[in-house]
């Protein structure tokens, strides 16, 4: 009785109104941290590798200028680069380099375009751009900006235009090993023509880089592909071991041998808990999962490729969470990103030394506890996919 007639007093805000001033702190901490790292990051980004050397992209130069096999790279990479390589090896590293910005960009724009506070529009696309592994691809000339754009217009896509987006999902197939979450993604969801439509387009992709390279170096191809084992640290140098962020590279970072049937324990996890989860979610959280999985689900992923996790996050803000899920979990692995990375021991102090790293990849598990989280957590819906 006192208490209901007792009036409010002016200068205590409720927890209402403190609310929104909350969240705006919140998201100016967060913007504050990410220009920190954006800044860390872009005069090496612009002074040594733009004004340097072309760094990996060398690699992929000389086997497109000849026009060679890239390795495990899908065939087509090769013609898709040959117009690039004819600028010369410089020249084409800054056209890629643009290339590659572009793509980053356009993840940036499409992350944020939901959004309506102006701070957490901000946050999300200097997300995308002040990923750390994200500047180191651009860095090295890596495909994964490229593959990061392909990815989430891909996942976008397969909501309305089912067909289409597995069209565009293919394009991972650019590098095998990342078509792989996708798949899953799809099979959780019993969309078996969509499987038979991605894998159509990927072997034709493939057969098109066979066709300009040469039809007899298919099975040159194939036996590439069958000798790369599940493990793959027989195929890398040590130090070349300890900058994966897929298992094998986690588990050095704690100090364990990535023995065979330790990292395919952990590859059937990641992929049961992926499927599951996918099975269980909406099509826009299902498609989040997918991205989440990306490294967790091939036991090859570089420490560059994390640079797909940005793809995850445009997906995790239309994934219709809660507003503070939402911003938990982005920013939950962009800290366990940024400490990854600080871990990452490159350069390498000695190329032929055993394989070290400097701490422990956070960004392993926290993907794997973030797939968990949505498979518990999200609100399950019930019909058919969303609208995009």
């Known amino acids: 009785m006192l208490a209901a007639r007792m009036p409010a007093r002016s200068g205590s805000p409720s927890l209402d109104a403190m609310a929104p001033l909350a969240v705006r702190a919140a998201l100016l901490v967060a913007i504050g941290v990410e ?22 992209f060398a690699n992929l130069y000389v086997r497109a200028r000849h026009l060679r096999l890239m390795g495990l790279y899908s065939p087509v990479l090769t ?11 410089h020249a084409g590293f800054r056209i890629f380099f643009c290339i590659n910005v572009a793509a980053l960009m356009a993840v940036a724009y499409i992350a944020q375009r939901p959004l309506r506070m102006p701070e957490a529009r901000l946050a999300v696309a200097l997300a995308v751009v002040s990923l750390p592994q994200a500047q180191w ?5 890596h495909t994964t900006p490229l593959l990061a754009l392909a990815m989430l217009c891909g996942f976008l896509l397969v909501q ?46 493939a057969g098109i880089g066979f066709a300009v390279v040469g039809p007899g170096e298919a099975a040159a191809y194939v036996r590439e592909a069958l000798n790369w084992s599940s493990n793959t640290t027989s195929n890398l140098l040590p130090v070349q071991q300890a900058w994966m962020y897929s298992w094998p590279g986690f588990l050095i970072s704690i100090g364990v041998e990535p023995n065979r049937l330790l990292t395919a324990d952990l590859l059937l996890l990641s992929a049961g808990v992926t499927l599951v989860a996918c099975a269980r979610l909406d099509g826009m959280r299902a498609a989040s999962v997918a991205a989440l ?4 689900v091939t036991p090859y992923s570089q420490f560059y490729d ?50 070290a790293t400097d701490g422990v990849f956070w960004i392993t598990p926290a993907l794997l506890l973030a797939i968990a989280a949505l498979a518990v957590f999200a609100p399950i819906r019930a019909g058919g996919e969303e609208a995009a």
């Open 160 to 205: 309305r235009h089912p067909v289409r987006g597995a069209a565009v999902l293919a394009l991972l197939s650019i590098k095998p090993q990342y078509a792989v979450a996708p798949i899953i993604y799809l099979a959780a969801r019993r969309r078996f023509l969509l499987i038979a439509v991605l894998t159509s387009v990927s072997l034709a992709l």
């Open 306 to 355: 994390a640079c797909l996790l940005t793809a995850a996050f445009a997906l995790l803000v239309r994934a219709r969470l809660r507003p503070v899920a939402t911003g938990a979990l982005i920013g939950g692995l962009y800290v366990a990103a940024v400490v990854s990375q600080a871990n990452t021991i490159y350069p390498v102090r000695d190329v032929l030394g055993d394989a």
């Open 79 to 89: 013609p898709i680069l040959y117009p690039i390589s004819l600028a010369g090896l």
């Open 35 to 56: 220009l920190a790292v954006l800044v860390a990051f872009v005069p090496e980004t612009v002074t040594r590798f733009w004004a340097g050397g072309p760094g990996d």
């Open 293 to 296: 999985s990306m490294i967790l």
């Open 137 to 141: 691809a651009l860095r090295f000339g």
